[in-house]
């Protein structure tokens, strides 16, 4: 159960990540809007961290939060908000993700 917690930490990084891009184009009130989305994302993403640790290993599981939040925010990056993909980026974001996968298939 805690490895979806920390899934749904992972997603909620992503989250906070998109709301601060989203905040950087926004105008007039819309800003504050993004950052509270943001602000809350965060506080989600962290308390989902700590119940996760509960169980999980703290070096694998802060490891695979980020690399949820890497791999979703590059992945938001490029379909929503356009950023240019190159195979060396696709690359980069596939041993990323072998590297979480291997980091669960060897924690305890």
């Known amino acids: 159960m805690n490895w979806i917690i920390l899934i749904i930490a992972g997603l909620f990084e992503v989250a906070?990540?998109?709301c601060l891009e989203k905040a950087?184009?926004?105008a007039?009130?819309?800003?504050?809007w993004w950052y509270m989305g943001f602000f809350v994302s965060i506080i989600v993403s962290?308390?989902?961290l700590m119940k996760a640790i509960q169980t999980l290993p703290i070096g694998t599981a802060y490891a695979?939060?980020?690399g949820i939040g890497a791999v979703g925010t590059v992945?938001?990056?490029i379909f929503v908000f356009k950023e240019p993909v190159s195979f060396w980026k696709l690359f980069f974001i596939v041993t990323l993700i072998g590297s979480i996968v291997g980091l669960k298939?060897?924690?305890h």
């Not at 007039?28 to 504050?32: K, L, M, P, R, S």
């Open 16 to 18: 906070f990540a998109s």
């Open 24 to 26: 950087k184009v926004a």
């Open 28 to 32: 007039g009130n819309a800003v504050y």
């Open 46 to 48: 962290m308390l989902l």
């Open 64 to 66: 695979v939060w980020t």
């Open 75 to 77: 992945l938001i990056g």
């Open 105 to 107: 298939a060897v924690s």
